[in-house]
């Protein structure tokens, strides 16, 4: 949980992207889309951290934790939708 909320505070209070903030939808969706294969949210952010540049590294947690809220929920997964359809591998184009 440390590495998680320290992560989120620097880059939202100070502008500095130190890693990318792994909570339960991002660690759910990133083994669904095939990101990570890993469990453990410690050992997922290294995965995450080579897909995207490091001024994208919150913007990817973002767009990861909304998606996970609103469309591809634990339970009802509505499949890609265009908020992520660059990060899914069963999207034309993703």
């Known amino acids: 949980m440390a590495r998680k909320t320290a992560s989120v505070v620097l880059a939202h209070a100070f502008g500095i992207n130190a890693g990318v903030t792994v909570d339960t939808h991002v ?7 095939g990101l ?10 290294p995965d995450l951290i080579k897909l995207v540049p ?21 339970r009802k997964p ?5 908020a992520i359809a660059d990060l899914c591998p ?3 184009g993703g």
């Not at 660690?27 to 889309?33: V, W």
């Not at 490091?54 to 929920?73: E, N, P």
């Not at 509505?78 to 265009?82: I, L, N």
Request: charged content about 25%; some cysteine; hydrophobic content about 30%.
């Open 78 to 82: 509505q499949g890609p939708s265009r």
């Open 90 to 92: 069963s999207h034309p």
């Open 27 to 33: 660690r759910r969706l990133s083994q669904r889309l």
């Open 54 to 74: 490091q001024a994208d590294w919150q913007t990817l947690s973002i767009r990861l934790i909304f998606h996970g809220r609103a469309v591809c929920t634990a």
């Open 36 to 45: 990570s294969q890993k469990t453990d949210p410690v050992r997922i952010e």
